[in-house]
């Protein structure tokens, strides 16, 4: 398998997906009882450029192969939660639950004004200063650590994106059976609250939380509530 990943532990596994703002260190889990595997996604961090079309769910099913993991629960960030629900939706078999993080859903298009109008100004910028402004945009108020080595990462991105086209996730949500955590920082850009409404709204078994004083990736601004939040479903959901 040519992602970079790594996996941890036994037990019944937790496998992470990473936010397009990030790469695996984004996550830094402490689940006893359980396989933990972290990776980059193609074209992130320390895991290849795509040199053909890929889609990120069907990487995700190669890498559970060669893993020889049969059935995950997946915790997906932002662009991670989108291909995570992919895979739910194409193998619902191999998943024992969700958990989707300021997720992004394949079909919905970003509405609010002024985001919009902050994106183009990361688009018209490039190198630091678009780390520096992508970076604020997405995790305002974070501290210095956590801001930095988000605008390393961006910097690092070498995604070269030639996805498969896929079906808009959008209108089949509520085709989802697993249990699905959604959870949201409450300083997170409007659209991404709206997608959360929506997963709890059409995803039949699912639980919204809100982490306080998180913006896009509560795992890194709000460690100590986000990890709280993720062992508590985990356990409940054993």
Same mark, same amino acid.
């Given at each position: 398998?040519?992602?970079?990943?790594?996996?941890?532990? $036994? =037990? @019944?596994?937790?496998?992470?997906?990473? *936010?397009?703002? %990030?790469? #695996?260190?984004?996550?830094?889990?402490? !689940?006893?009882?359980?396989?933990?595997?972290?990776?980059?996604?193609?074209?992130?961090?320390?895991?290849?450029?795509?040199?053909?079309?890929?889609?990120?769910?069907?990487?995700?099913?190669?890498?559970?192969?060669?893993?020889?993991?049969?059935?995950?629960?997946?915790?997906?960030?932002?662009?991670?939660?989108?291909?995570?629900?992919?895979?739910?939706?194409?193998?619902?078999?191999?998943?024992?639950?969700?958990?989707?993080?300021?997720?992004?859903?394949?079909?919905?298009?970003?509405? $609010? =004004? @002024?985001?919009?109008?902050?994106?183009? *100004?990361?688009? %018209?910028? #490039?190198?630091?200063?678009?780390?520096? !402004?992508?970076?604020?945009?997405?995790?305002?108020?974070?501290?210095?650590?956590?801001?930095?080595?988000?605008?390393?990462?961006?910097?690092?991105?070498?995604?070269?994106?030639?996805?498969?086209?896929?079906?808009?996730?959008?209108?089949?949500?509520?085709?989802?059976?697993?249990?699905?955590?959604?959870?949201?920082?409450?300083?997170?850009?409007?659209?991404?609250?709206?997608?959360?409404?929506?997963?709890?709204?059409?995803?039949?078994?699912?639980?919204?939380?809100?982490?306080?004083?998180?913006?896009?990736?509560?795992?890194?601004?709000?460690?100590?509530?986000?990890?709280?939040?993720?062992?508590?479903?985990?356990?409940?959901?054993?």
């Amino acid at each position: 398998m040519d992602l970079w990943h790594e996996s941890t532990g $036994d =037990g @019944p596994a937790v496998v992470f997906l990473h *936010a397009g703002i %990030a790469d #695996s260190r984004m996550w830094n889990p402490t !689940l006893p009882g359980r396989r933990v595997v972290r990776y980059d996604l193609r074209g992130y961090g320390r895991s290849p450029a795509p040199d053909r079309p890929f889609a990120h769910h069907r990487d995700l099913r190669d890498l559970m192969d060669a893993l020889s993991i049969a059935r995950a629960t997946l915790v997906g960030a932002s662009m991670g939660g989108a291909a995570a629900i992919h895979f739910a939706l194409e193998w619902p078999e191999r998943v024992d639950a969700l958990v989707l993080v300021g997720s992004a859903v394949d079909g919905y298009e970003f509405r $609010d =004004g @002024p985001s919009l109008a902050r994106w183009k *100004a990361v688009e %018209a910028a #490039s190198g630091a200063e678009r780390a520096r !402004l992508e970076a604020d945009l997405w995790v305002p108020g974070a501290d210095p650590g956590a801001a930095a080595y988000v605008r390393e990462a961006i910097l690092a991105r070498h995604c070269d994106e030639s996805l498969e086209e896929t079906q808009p996730a959008i209108g089949r949500l509520a085709e989802i059976r697993a249990r699905t955590l959604v959870m949201v920082g409450d300083r997170d850009l409007p659209d991404v609250r709206a997608v959360a409404d929506l997963l709890a709204s059409r995803i039949a078994d699912s639980k919204k939380i809100v982490i306080r004083g998180a913006a896009h990736l509560p795992s890194l601004e709000r460690p100590i509530e986000f990890g709280i939040a993720l062992a508590v479903f985990l356990t409940s959901s054993a």
